[in-house]
């Protein structure tokens, strides 16, 4: 028998070689091949990235984890210095017929950053999200993008695609919870502040291991941005710092042992790369719990120099995720 030690460090770096999942779940139904598409000059409907749809049935209140694996988004026309691709990509679910989901219902959350080329050729979405089904049936969940630059005019074309092999797989684990940052929470992040946000109080199930996600959608405020206000040019852009915290709880909510905390993740959001969404995964054994009942998970999101940083929430059209947070016990 392989030491639970050793098999939770594989565990952990399967997950972080997957996209921050254990290498346990199923597969996609279908993995896609090249999908060329235009872009738009400003951000039009989703397109649906073919072969990554899975279906499935589920029971009402079931949970399935969902996350991309192999994708990524890259320019077919040739671009220089200034041709700033956005690219927002999606886990979208519906109903297997295609029809939607109750209007409130979340449908799926999404990945966002711009192309900066000519140094960037390809950018690469990473998506997590828990679809739980809102009644007993049968679903269709997929990948989806849309690409969009204030550059297309007089005439001007550019083509991208997600290069083959792109797939969604699907898994069950234990004790799945989701949790989205409401709109009201949307915040502008000062240089040299630290946001605690995404707080979620997550109770384990049975297994030896927890998956913490939290993903948050940034954005720089530039000088003059619609967004946000503050930006000037000062600064060509934000540094900004992002980690997991989870504390163990008792069951009335104090503090049970010591903090833990995630690596530390670095990200260079220049104006030129407008946002970023900012992913972040931990990793538990029960055993770091020490007996305490669940565990208040939460997301730090640093300003470390530069322009105001906006810190997205609620929902994009369609009931999309911004902001958000996963974790399972597997």
Not at 13 to 33: H, I, N, T, Y
Not at 252 to 275: E, L, Y
Request: a neutral charge; glycine letters at 10%.
């Amino acid at each position: 028998m392989v030491p639970k030690r050793i098999r939770s460090m594989v565990i952990a770096f399967l997950s972080l070689v997957g996209g921050g999942v254990p290498a346990l779940a199923a597969p996609a139904s279908a993995v896609s091949s090249t999908f060329e598409y235009e872009v738009t000059r400003n951000a039009a409907p989703y397109r649906d990235i073919p072969g990554t749809d899975v279906v499935f049935t589920a029971v009402a209140g079931e949970q399935s984890y969902l996350w991309s694996r192999n994708l990524s988004v890259a320019t077919v026309t040739a671009l220089g210095a200034g041709d700033n691709i956005g690219s927002t990509v999606a886990v979208r679910c519906s109903h297997a017929d295609g029809g939607a989901l109750p209007s409130d219902a979340e449908a799926g959350a999404y990945w966002a950053a711009n192309l900066v080329p000519p140094g960037e050729k390809s950018v690469v979405p990473a998506l997590r999200w828990v679809f739980t089904a809102p009644t007993t049936g049968t679903y269709d969940c997929r990948l989806s993008v849309t690409s969009y630059s204030s550059i297309i005019q007089n005439g001007r074309t550019v083509t991208m695609q997600v290069p083959a092999g792109a797939e969604l797989a699907r898994g069950t684990y234990a004790a799945t919870a989701r949790w989205t940052l409401p709109a009201v929470s949307t915040a502008v992040i000062e240089q040299g502040s630290t946001q605690t946000t995404l707080g979620y109080t997550y109770t384990p199930g049975d297994g030896d291991d927890i998956t913490v996600v939290q993903d948050a959608a940034l954005s720089t405020c530039a000088p003059g941005s619609t967004i946000c206000a503050g930006g000037t040019t000062d600064y060509t852009g934000t540094q900004a710092e992002t980690w997991i915290v989870a504390q163990p709880q008792n069951p009335d909510g104090t503090k049970c042992g010591s903090a833990i905390n995630g690596a530390v993740a670095k990200w260079n959001i220049s104006t030129a790369k407008h946002h970023q969404t900012a992913t972040n995964v931990l990793h538990l054994s029960m055993s770091q719990l020490g007996g305490c009942a669940g565990v208040r998970v939460s997301l730090k999101v640093r300003n470390v120099e530069g322009n105001p940083l906006n810190l997205h929430a609620g929902h994009a059209m369609g009931q999309i995720a911004a902001t958000h947070g996963v974790a399972f016990t597997h």
